[in-house]
């Protein structure tokens, strides 16, 4: 079984920065790629970036974010840049998989979600 505790949500100005952990548990974590997705109010859930335990690989879907994980602390971080009112969302951390090159696909291990919200 794994687990993700989440932390890190609040409120931002624009143009701030806000950093996201999520902390992994279980035997099993290890083996999953972690993905951060976001859900803004109305939107559908979206991929945001992952990253590999294993050989650093990773994929971002915004330049101004960056990933990386603590081995030793079982940890995943999102750090998010130059915050914008439209990346207010709700923020989830998954565990999951990579398969066909780069195509990052979810599995049922969520985190509770965190609150993210960029004021203009």
């Known amino acids: 079984q794994i687990q993700l505790v989440q932390s890190g949500g609040g409120l931002v100005q624009a143009g701030g920065s806000h950093i996201l952990a999520c902390v992994t548990s279980?035997?099993?974590?290890?083996?999953?790629?972690m993905g951060w997705y976001r859900q803004a109010p109305g939107k559908e859930r979206e991929l945001v970036a992952w990253?590999?335990?294993?050989?650093e690989n990773t994929f971002l879907d915004e330049d101004r974010f960056a990933i990386s994980r603590d081995d030793a602390k079982g940890t995943v971080f999102l750090q998010m840049n130059e915050l914008r009112p439209e990346d207010t969302a709700m923020y989830y951390c998954?565990?999951?998989?990579?398969?066909?090159?780069?195509?990052?696909?979810?599995?049922?291990?969520w985190g509770q979600g965190t609150q993210v919200t960029v004021s203009s």
């Open positions: 279980g035997p099993d974590a290890f083996h999953k790629v």
């Open positions: 998954n565990a999951g998989r990579v398969r066909y090159g780069r195509r990052y696909f979810p599995e049922e291990y």
């Open positions: 990253i590999t335990w294993s050989d």
